[in-house]
T-cell receptor, first 116, second 109 residues
């Protein structure tokens, strides 16, 4: 148990479906992240939220839409995905201090997404 | 561009010692992290180095040389449960984490 909970653990969706991934952190952190993890590739940072404000969007296609209603919850809304979007989607949180310095990130167990 | 290199896969024997290397080229440096990730599970934090030298934490140690852009994770007295992927990540000048692709460590009896 890392203090970061993701649901669902597994998701299979068609290319025309709309689904959402949910992440909740119980660590009191002020920064939350969405990462994409594909086999044998580095973790790809998708979105960063700091104090509920999106501070990073690494050229992610608009079919991925994040939402951060408060500092403990993060969603990733999925719409008209492609088969190449199949991957493990990881949520993480950390504490950002003065000047942007961050502590170690704590990760959820991820959602294994398969797009068919 | 920014780049983190680590071996794709390594194999070691139970009870032995293994060293996993990580080299990096980043715009700025604000520390290097090592994470462990078992198959199907979340990455978990192992160590953080920001100054040169060796940090020891039980059976695991991590070394950093900033001038060489180099780090290693040393695992001693290997156990079967150490079979996992080990991820190296560098915090750059903007405190963004740049990740390596991970090293899959296979432990054999």
């Amino acid at each position: 148990e890392t203090g970061v909970t993701q649901t669902p653990r597994h998701l299979v969706m068609g290319m025309t479906n709309k689904k959402s991934l949910k992440c909740e952190q119980h660590l009191g952190h002020n920064a939350m992240y969405w990462y994409k993890q594909s086999a044998k590739k580095p973790l790809e940072l998708m979105f960063v939220y700091n104090f509920k404000e999106q501070t990073e969007n690494n050229s992610v296609p608009s079919r991925f839409s994040p939402e951060c209603p408060n500092s403990s919850h993060l969603f990733l809304h999925l719409h008209t995905l492609q088969p190449e979007d199949s991957a493990l989607y990881l949520c993480a949180s950390s504490q950002e201090g003065p000047g942007g310095r961050i502590t170690e990130a704590f990760f959820g167990q991820g959602t294994r997404l398969t797009v068919v | 561009g920014q780049n983190i290199d680590q071996p794709t896969e390594m194999t070691a024997t139970e009870g032995a010692i293994v060293q996993i290397n990580c080299t990096y080229q980043t715009s700025g440096f604000n520390g290097l992290f090592w994470y462990q990730q078992h198959a199907g599970e979340a990455p978990t934090f192992l160590s953080y180095n920001v100054l040169d030298g060796l940090e020891e934490k039980g059976r695991f140690s991590s070394f950093l040389s900033r001038s060489k852009g180099y780090s290693y994770l040393l695992l001693k007295e290997l156990q079967m449960k150490d079979s996992a992927s080990y991820l190296c990540a560098v915090s750059d000048s903007n405190y963004q984490l740049i990740w390596g692709a991970g090293t899959k460590l296979i432990i054999k009896p």
